[in-house]
């Protein structure tokens, strides 16, 4: 399949809403893990973008594991003149000799692939990878770092509506199945301890559920098998009960809030990033339904329980609002329609 370029609006409302960040990067030097994945294409297309349009001068190393697979999938990006390819393992990889003043670290292996390998090699994989990371940071001498986490690191769910960063509650660190939240808290504090005593500034991204181009329809993402379900015209399935709460941020804004927490967040801060506006699963899945493919079926196997306590994993975003005035700019009902026609599917009339 040929490689297909994000859509042109979305590279516009990037730009529009972070171009005092991207100013902030002129002739800048940037080191990225984890491009080749979903929040990569973004990151790296809509720098691309920004570095044409404002004449940036930005350079950016991109590690990944398998350059030539990388180029045969996304050849606009990895033959771009201002990005440089180094292959490399996250936990091993040769240092460029180039020095570089930011850091973004978005590799990771996903949360829903731990049933794929061992509990503890999930773990190892995540903090000797930000280890090695943030020994680069340092040897470069590079000033700002952006770390992407997760608001897992809260536990999977939470009984409060909107879950804020100062929230004490943590996953069961002696549950198998919290592998990944536990090492992505325990990177989150590698990267501030690393930073302490020198110049490096940790800022923490806490991401929470996302959707566009690039979201996998096939895996473990809820909303993207609530598309892949409309779009192929089968019925959705829902395998719980559909009451847990949930939010989706699209990922042009998803972009622009980390461009600008890479240039603007306060050192040593974490950020929820995500949108407020929370959904029930079974909520979504009508809603994806309505807007996609009237009349498709859904099916909910569980009843649900009123008195169940609240199952929710939908963020607090006032901080990231009220200190570098972030806001959700696109809501679901638009997101879905973006993302169906990004796949060939045209969404036509009103819900």
Same mark, same amino acid.
């Given at each position: ?33 984890? $491009? ?154 590698? $990267? ?14 806490? $991401? ?144």
């Amino acid at each position: 399949m040929a490689p297909r370029p994000l859509p042109a609006e979305d590279l516009a409302h990037i730009l529009k809403h972070a171009r005092e960040s991207f100013t902030a990067l002129q002739d800048a030097r940037l080191f990225i893990t984890g $491009c080749t994945g979903f929040f990569g294409h973004w990151l790296l297309e809509s720098l691309l973008h920004a570095n044409r349009e404002l004449s940036l001068n930005v350079r950016a190393t991109v590690l990944t594991r398998n350059a030539a697979s990388f180029q045969s999938k996304a050849p606009h990006i990895a033959n771009a003149p201002a990005i440089t390819l180094l292959e490399g393992d996250i936990r091993t990889f040769p240092f460029p000799t180039e020095p570089h003043t930011h850091i973004l670290h978005a590799a990771t292996d996903s949360g829903g692939q731990q049933a794929a390998r061992p509990a503890y090699e999930l773990a190892e994989s995540i903090l000797e990878g930000t280890r090695r990371v943030l020994q680069f940071a340092r040897e470069t001498g590079a000033t700002r770092l952006l770390y992407t986490s997760t608001g897992a690191v809260y536990g999977r769910s939470t009984t409060l509506q909107h879950t804020p960063e100062t929230y004490t509650g943590a996953p069961d660190p002696l549950l198998l199945q919290s592998s990944y939240d536990e090492a992505k808290r325990m990177a989150e504090h590698l $990267c501030v301890a690393y930073s302490h005593g020198t110049d490096l500034q940790a800022v923490i991204a806490r $991401c929470f559920a996302f959707v566009g181009p690039h979201l996998p329809l096939d895996q473990h993402f809820a909303i993207g098998n609530f598309l892949g379900a409309a779009i192929a015209g089968t019925p959705i399935h829902i395998k719980g009960d559909g009451t847990p709460r949930r939010s989706w941020l699209y990922m042009a804004d998803l972009s622009l809030w980390l461009w600008t927490m890479l240039t603007r967040g306060q050192a040593n801060r974490a950020y929820n990033v995500g949108s407020d506006k929370g959904h029930t699963i079974a909520e979504a899945a009508r809603l994806t339904a309505a807007l996609l493919r009237p009349g498709l079926p859904l099916q909910i196997d569980g009843t649900p329980n009123p008195a169940a306590p609240l199952n929710s994993y939908v963020p607090s975003i006032e901080r990231a609002r009220d200190e570098l005035g972030l806001k959700v700019t696109i809501p679901l009902d638009e997101a879905l329609r973006r993302t169906a026609a990004w796949h060939g599917y045209a969404v036509k009339g009103d819900i």
